[in-house]
């Protein structure tokens, strides 16, 4: 047997998953739970597979020091602690467990809300205390009341439905969700998060800490509340301005605060959480939302279920920077997926030919094949994905990865855009609009009944071919005997011509030409063509190695 991959295990997950790891024979198992930043590092130079939760830091720095990782397994939800680009740019796959605690989180989120408003806990501690004061612990029902979830995904959506089992008054800021899907929960979708948090006598968070939610919720917001509203985040630290809401359940304008993360876990000795004149309405824990059996067990058997696979070379779940599955598409749109790749080819090689560089890609899809939307983790189709990494296989060569090509794009400044819509031609085409320093390209694609690609439409012209094989595109100018010559000059160099396709238009006395060859066409033709003084210009592509 080959070398056993190495997978390290930096924090306390589910038995399921570690017991997995255990009888794996391809797996050697190394558990290392606390190990400092620099530690990490050194450690993790020969490890294949890393496995943890959200106290284990995987910056830059610590995932460059992967030399040969290529799964970093998350035992959870939240990715915050990795750097998903980082990871990305060097091929590594991130595999999370995204639905494996969301009725724990879930459960918690009510408990840490009926805590806040009942003061569950400070009651608890006065007994033990061996106080009796019950009219101090006086709070107020949920019923009734109106409820914000600021995040309306896995959480939010069974926050929504168990609470409005208590009575409340429910609804949601999620400008990322559909109307449908609030519609569906019964759940009135606010457009604007001020005026949603004006109306609310509790809020509770349910979104990803990013770069847009970072301090959502700071001082400016927080004025904005209701005078006593409650805030709860059981979502992720950092979403909150901690020192605002500190303050402001010191002046009162907060009524309580109950949180489960915080910005820098665990808690620093000063935090103003941890200040005695507002405990009693604070209600604070250790990270524990996903902390029951049944939600560890699942997201460690599925964090490492996937992280065998990715180390096995086999089909996979949850992979959150690999921007779509393509095993989850039909075989028509893997068809349109390749297409897709073959204009961004083409599209790049046009450009090339002006020597403009880009500036913006419009992928355009039109008909019914384009109308899924589920199970894509990024903000763009498959399509449009694998149009840009055709595009820049061009120039940065074919290891331009799907999970890298929106990356690349960002880093080049290259704007991208895409849009959907009803197919006036063809019952389904995928168009490419390049806006680049000189000359704009435009190239559309579909796929015949039978099942071939075809490429319908370069630039201004309308013709027909196929992209396969090796393929000589020029502009020449439209008169008697140019095509002749050029068939007699590639003839005469040994270059035969399988599909040729003409584009005319009538007001510029130019046509476009496509030839698939069998043979190479090498510097020596290229010289003799551009000699010849008929082209305008031409560019060659070659598609033999790809699948029909
Ligand atoms: P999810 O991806 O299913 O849902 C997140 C929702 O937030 C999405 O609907 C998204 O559209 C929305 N969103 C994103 N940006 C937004 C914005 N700027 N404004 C409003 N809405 C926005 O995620 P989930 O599984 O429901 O998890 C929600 C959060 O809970 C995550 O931060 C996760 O890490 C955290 N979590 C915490 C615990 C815990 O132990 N406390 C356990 C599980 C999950
Ligand atoms: C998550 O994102 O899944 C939770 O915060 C739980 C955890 O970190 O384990």
């Not at 939302?289 to 996937?306: D, F, K, L, P, W």
């Not at 020029?474 to 040729?500: C, R, T, W």
Request: proline content about 3%; overall charge negative.
């Amino acid at each position: 047997m080959k070398n056993k991959w190495k997978v390290l295990v930096t924090e306390t997950i589910g038995e399921i998953g570690l017991n997995i790891l255990k009888d794996a024979p391809d797996i050697e198992l190394i558990e290392e739970k606390s190990l400092t930043e620099n530690e990490l590092k050194v450690r993790l130079a020969d490890i294949n597979g890393i496995l943890t939760r959200s106290g284990t830091t995987m910056d830059e720095e610590t995932i460059n020091a992967g030399h040969v990782l290529k799964v970093i397994g998350r035992a959870g939800v939240g990715v915050d602690n990795i750097n998903i680009p980082a990871a990305s740019r060097k091929g590594i796959i991130v595999i999370n467990a995204p639905s494996g605690n969301t009725l724990a989180a879930v459960e918690f989120t009510i408990g840490c809300m009926l805590s806040v408003v009942r003061k569950i806990p400070q009651a608890c501690a006065s007994v033990r205390r061996g106080e009796w004061t019950r009219s101090k612990f006086t709070g107020c029902q949920l019923n009734g009341k109106k409820l914000l979830i600021i995040g309306l995904g896995r959480i939010g959506s069974n926050i929504a439905t168990r609470c409005r089992a208590f009575g409340m008054d429910v609804f949601a800021y999620d400008p990322y969700i559909t109307q449908k899907k609030a519609d569906s929960l019964r759940v009135e979708l606010m457009p604007n998060l001020e005026d949603a948090i004006s109306m609310a006598d509790i809020i509770t968070i349910h979104t990803p800490l990013t770069s847009e939610t970072k301090n959502m919720i700071d001082q400016k917001m927080i004025k904005g509340f209701k005078s006593g509203a409650y805030l709860i985040n059981c979502a992720r630290g950092g979403i909150v301005d901690e020192k605002a809401v500190a303050q402001a359940v010191r002046d009162g304008h907060l009524g309580g605060f109950g949180t489960d993360v915080f910005s820098l876990e665990p808690l620093a000795k000063d935090h103003p959480f941890l200040a005695e004149d507002i405990s009693d309405r604070l209600v604070i824990t250790p990270h524990i939302g996903a902390n029951t059996y049944e939600a560890q067990s699942e997201v460690s058997r599925i964090a490492v279920e996937n992280m065998l696979a990715v180390l096995r070379g086999e089909p996979y779940f949850h992979a959150v920077n690999l921007p779509f599955m393509e095993q989850t598409l039909t075989l028509d749109q893997k068809m349109y997926l390749n297409l897709s790749r073959k204009i961004g080819v083409l599209a790049a090689k046009l450009a090339e030919v002006k020597g403009g560089a880009v500036k913006s890609v419009h992928v355009k899809m039109r008909g019914i094949i384009f109308d899924k939307e589920e199970g894509y983790t990024e903000q763009f189709k498959p399509y449009t994905i694998s149009a840009l990494k055709g595009l820049l296989e061009v120039s940065l060569g074919e290891e331009v990865s799907y999970m890298i090509a929106p990356i690349l794009a960002k880093d080049r400044n290259i704007t991208v855009i895409e849009s959907t819509g009803e197919s006036h031609t063809y019952k389904n085409t995928i168009e490419i609009e390049l806006e680049t320093e000189k000359e704009n390209v435009i190239l559309i694609g579909t796929i015949t009944e039978e099942g071939r690609q075809r490429i319908v439409r370069v630039n201004d012209y309308w013709l027909d071919f196929v992209p396969n094989g090796k393929i000589l595109i020029f502009q020449n100018h439209d008169m008697p005997g140019v095509i002749g010559k050029i068939g007699s000059l590639l003839g005469e160099s040994g270059v035969n011509i399988a599909n040729f396709a003409l584009g005319r238009k009538d007001d510029k006395g130019l046509a476009l030409g496509v030839l698939e060859i069998d043979g190479d066409i090498n510097d020596k033709i290229m010289n003799k063509l551009i000699k010849s003084g008929d082209l305008v210009w031409e560019t060659t592509v070659d598609f033999s190695e790809e699948n029909k």
